[in-house]
C-alpha cells in the first residue's frame, strides 16, 4: 500500500515539473497585450562623394531596403529562460523603420542593429576623381546619437535609434607607377690628402672610395592616407653597385603613391671584409727635419650596415628619386696588434705617434 502511495506522489510530481517546463518552452508572445515602437532611420556611409563636382567626404545615404533586427533576451518575458527573441523589420526608402516588440508588466532590454549588406564605397583620388568599389560589404554598425543600440523598452512607448553603418573595405590596390631609384654607396678607407703629388711627402687623412659590386636593397614604404595607423605596404628590390658605387632600380607603386608619404630607404648588410688596408705613421728620425713614414698594415674589418633616405615628391614623375649617400664605416675585428690603436712602436723600433694614427675613429 505504502508502495502505491509513493508512486502516485511521484507520478503527480512528475507530471507537474513537465507541465510547467512546457509552459516555459512555449513561451506566447502574443498573449503579450502590450507593445513598444521602436522607430529610427538608418544610413551608410558612402565614402567620397561628388556633389556639384565638390568632393564631400563620409557622406551618407538611406539606407533603404535592409533587414532591421531588434534582438531581446527570452529571460526579460519568463525569468530563467534560455536564448532570444529576434523581430525584424525592413528600411523603406528613405532608410525609415518602425517595429512593434511586445512587452509586458516589466521593461524588457533590446538590442537593434542591421544585417550586413552590400553596396557601393567610393575614394577620391588625388587628381580628386572618384573610384568605387560596388559591392563592399557594410556590417559595421554604431549608433547614431551618443546612446548605445540597446535600449530599455517599456509599455506603449515609442523609442528611436538611428544607426549609421560603415564599410571597412579598402580600395584594391593597384600597383601601376613605375619609379626610377638612383643612389650611390661609399665605403670609409684612407685616403692621401688632397693636393698632395706622387712626388711630395706623403699623408693621408679619412675618406671614403666608391663601394664596388655590393648589393643594396632598396624598400619603398607606402602609407594609407585614409588610415595613418595601419602598418604600412612595404615594396622591396635589390640593385648591384658599379665600379663607381653607383647603383640604380625601378620601382612598380601604386598608382595613387603621390598622395601616400612614399619613403625610401636604400641599405646595405654589415659584411667581413679581409685584408683591408689600415695605414699608420711612423717616426724614422727626430732630428731635424723630423723624418716620418707611411706605412700599411692588413686588417679584417667589419662594414657596418648603412643606409640612406629619400621622400618621394611630385618632381618623380619627371626625374628619378634620388637617395641620399650610402656610406658604410668601418670597424676592425680586432684591436690587438693594431698600429697606431694599439700598438706605438713597430718591430724596427720606430715609434708610432697616436696623432694621425686613427683618422677612421678605431
Known amino acids: 500500500m505504502k508502495n502505491s502511495l509513493f508512486a502516485a506522489g511521484l507520478f503527480l510530481a512528475v507530471a507537474a515539473m513537465v ?50 533586427m531588434v534582438t531581446i533576451p527570452t529571460s526579460d518575458y519568463a525569468g530563467g529562460a534560455q536564448g532570444n527573441q529576434y523581430f525584424e523589420t525592413v528600411t523603406d526608402e528613405n532608410g525609415n523603420y518602425r517595429i512593434e516588440i511586445p512587452v509586458g508588466n516589466s521593461p524588457v532590454s533590446a538590442t537593434v542593429t542591421v544585417l550586413p549588406f552590400n553596396a557601393q564605397k567610393s575614394f577620391a583620388q588625388a587628381d580628386m576623381s572618384i573610384v568605387s568599389i560596388s559591392d563592399a560589404l557594410y556590417n559595421n554598425v554604431v549608433s547614431g546619437s551618443s546612446e548605445s543600440l540597446t535600449v530599455s523598452m517599456s509599455q506603449k512607448m515609442v523609442y528611436t535609434r538611428d544607426m549609421i553603418v560603415r564599410s571597412d573595405d579598402t580600395l584594391p590596390v593597384t600597383f601601376d607607377q613605375t619609379i626610377e631609384v638612383n643612389g650611390k654607396a661609399e665605403v670609409e678607407t684612407w685616403l692621401r690628402a688632397t693636393g698632395v703629388d706622387e712626388t711630395s711627402d706623403e699623408y693621408y687623412i679619412a675618406g671614403t672610395n666608391p663601394l664596388e659590386r655590393r648589393t643594396v636593397k632598396i624598400e619603398a614604404s607606402v602609407s594609407d592616407p585614409s588610415d595613418r595607423s595601419a602598418s604600412p605596404v612595404r615594396i622591396t628590390v635589390t640593385a648591384v653597385t658599379d665600379n663607381d658605387g653607383n647603383y640604380s632600380a625601378s620601382m612598380t607603386l601604386p598608382s595613387n603613391c603621390w598622395d601616400m608619404d612614399t619613403e625610401f630607404t636604400a641599405s646595405t648588410d654589415a659584411s667581413l671584409e679581409t685584408n683591408f688596408t689600415h695605414r699608420y705613421c711612423c717616426t724614422v728620425s727626430y732630428s731635424y727635419p723630423v723624418e716620418y713614414s707611411w706605412r700599411t698594415q692588413d686588417v679584417d674589418v667589419i662594414y657596418q650596415y648603412a643606409e640612406g633616405t629619400a621622400t618621394l615628391s611630385d618632381s618623380n614623375k619627371l626625374i628619378p628619386v634620388e637617395v641620399s649617400a650610402i656610406t658604410v664605416e668601418t670597424e676592425p675585428v680586432s684591436r690587438e696588434n693594431l698600429y697606431g690603436v694599439t700598438v706605438f712602436e713597430t718591430s724596427d723600433g720606430n715609434t708610432i705617434p697616436r696623432s694621425s694614427n686613427n683618422k677612421l675613429g678605431w
Not at 529610427?40 to 563620409?58: L, Q
Open 19 to 68: 507541465s510547467c517546463q512546457k509552459e516555459q518552452s512555449e513561451l506566447r508572445l502574443e498573449s503579450i497585450p502590450s507593445d513598444a515602437v521602436l522607430t529610427g532611420t538608418v544610413e551608410y556611409e558612402v565614402g567620397d562623394y561628388e556633389v556639384n563636382g565638390a568632393v564631400i567626404s563620409n557622406h551618407r545615404l538611406p539606407a533603404a531596403s535592409q533587414t532591421v
